[in-house]
């Protein structure tokens, strides 16, 4: 089994993360507050958000004797303890609440679980060639929205009022995060442990498995140039830093988000490639 991992930021500092365990791997992809409000430490509150997980998932992922949903419900737990130091978290309106997609993946007795919660995607190529991929949709029609109200605006531009969003653009992305960890809303992780239980859970055979690809939101727009199995190919082949490279290039190409239908020119962009079958490399894993 070879692991590859790569992320990359045209800001000063990426809001997405990744991790490798010996028996796990995971990506998240941070929001940041619909205010402007700071209370950690860090550059934005997201920052430390992303960071603190990545440590906690990195001690936690390989107890195999607790499920994906204890680890992450108790992480849950633990994170707010951590964040109240600063803030506490019961006095956070949800515009103030920082949150993230996540994707994990974990081998446990022959089989990969896959867990899921919010637009962080695993895509699953089996040795018949046939690709699955697990997400959670509800956030992007929520996007959809927003961007439909940017391409009617031609001259938005001259009235960014918040993050490159006119007011009327604002209101809406803050109508929308106040449906966060709700029913009929979207379910990601932030502060509500309840929201894990609503996040997707799959097991799938090892042994049927050839590769898995898991990618935050930013690499979404080579769908536009890639079927799934192609693109999971094209990160095996060309490697990950080259294929982000072609991604920052259609970014650039399409500045105004009119063809790859964005709230952003560019987005973070994260992924992690773990290849199952033997193809003559020794095990590895690179970042």
């Given amino acids: 089994m070879k692991t590859t991992a790569y992320t990359h930021s045209i800001k000063s500092s990426n809001e997405d993360i990744y991790g490798v365990t010996r028996h796990s791997a995971f990506v998240m992809d941070g929001a940041s507050a619909l205010v402007d409000s700071r209370y950690t430490p860090a550059e934005n509150d997201v920052v430390w958000m992303v960071h603190w997980w990545h440590d906690y998932l990195t001690t936690h992922l390989d107890q195999l004797d607790k499920s994906l ?14 964040f109240s130091t600063f803030k506490p978290v019961e006095s956070l309106s949800s515009l103030e609440q920082v949150s993230s997609a996540l ?33 959670d949709d509800s956030l992007k029609h929520l996007d959809a929205k927003v961007i439909a109200m940017m391409n009617g605006n031609a001259h938005r531009q001259n009235f960014c009022v918040f993050k490159d969003f006119t007011a009327e653009e604002l209101a809406l992305l803050r109508e929308h995060r106040m449906q966060m960890n709700t029913k009929g809303g979207y379910y990601i992780l932030a502060h509500d442990p309840v929201a894990i239980q609503q996040g997707i859970y799959h097991t799938v055979a090892l042994d049927s498995l050839e590769s898995c690809l898991l990618t935050t939101d ?4 080579l769908d536009r140039f890639y079927q799934r199995d192609a693109l999971i190919e094209a990160f095996r082949t060309r490697g990950l830093e080259p294929m982000v490279e072609e991604l920052r290039q259609h970014e650039k190409e399409d500045a105004a988000k009119v063809k790859l239908q964005r709230l952003k020119t560019h987005d973070d962009a994260t992924i992690v490639l773990i290849e199952f079958e033997d193809r003559g490399d020794s095990d590895r894993h690179s970042a």
Wanted: aromatic residues 4%.
């Fill in 218 to 221: 930013g690499i979404s727009p």
């Fill in 103 to 135: 994707a994990v993946v974990r081998t446990v007795n022959g089989d990969l679980e896959c867990f899921v919660l919010g637009d962080a995607e695993i895509s699953l190529k089996d040795k018949k060639g046939q690709v699955q991929v697990i997400t």
């Fill in 69 to 82: 949903h204890e680890i992450l419900e108790a992480g849950v737990h633990a994170f707010n303890e951590a």
